[in-house]
């Protein structure tokens, strides 16, 4: 295996939750974290050296979610996951490993084409449904219906209340155990 194919290998066990599969920090995680977790496509390999991001790697960095790895990763993997995510994300702005495919038991996942806008951000979701054609309504159904439960950091025009966070056993109907 290349020292690149082992860099994405680490990266896609040990760094996507955070960062997301294409390095864009558009996760679950990122909802959750301040500071969220650094969005490589949009940082140029100048305004982060491979010895920071090295050091990031093996110590961690204080204020942040990012801990060290060092005692998971050898000092050679250490290096293999920067230089793969400064040369795929970075440089390339490369969109790695594609998830849904039928080896990950998505077959066919164009099916759901219509919801990618949603997925991806193009569109958001809290769009008046007036504002859309036809096959956006049927794409955002779509989208509430079969992806949201993966792709839920859909992109909103009004981060307002309903985006809000909260637990997910939040009570419903002022239900009160103490009733």
Known sequence: MSRHEEGRRIYNFRCYYCHGYSGDAQTLATSFLTPPPRNFILTPPDALSREQMLRAVREGRPGTAMKSFSAMLTPQEE???VDFVRREFMEQG???TRYHTAENGWPDHQRYQLAYPFA????????ADSELDAAQ???KRLFLTSCISCHD???VNDEGEIWGKRA???????????D
């Open 79 to 81: 290096e293999s996951v």
């Open 94 to 96: 490369a969109p790695n």
């Open 120 to 127: 991806l951000g193009t569109l958001a979701l809290d769009t």
């Open 137 to 139: 309504r049927r794409g």
């Open 153 to 155: 950091r859909a992109r």
């Open 168 to 178: 997910i056993s939040f009570p419903r109907r002022h239900y009160s155990h103490r």
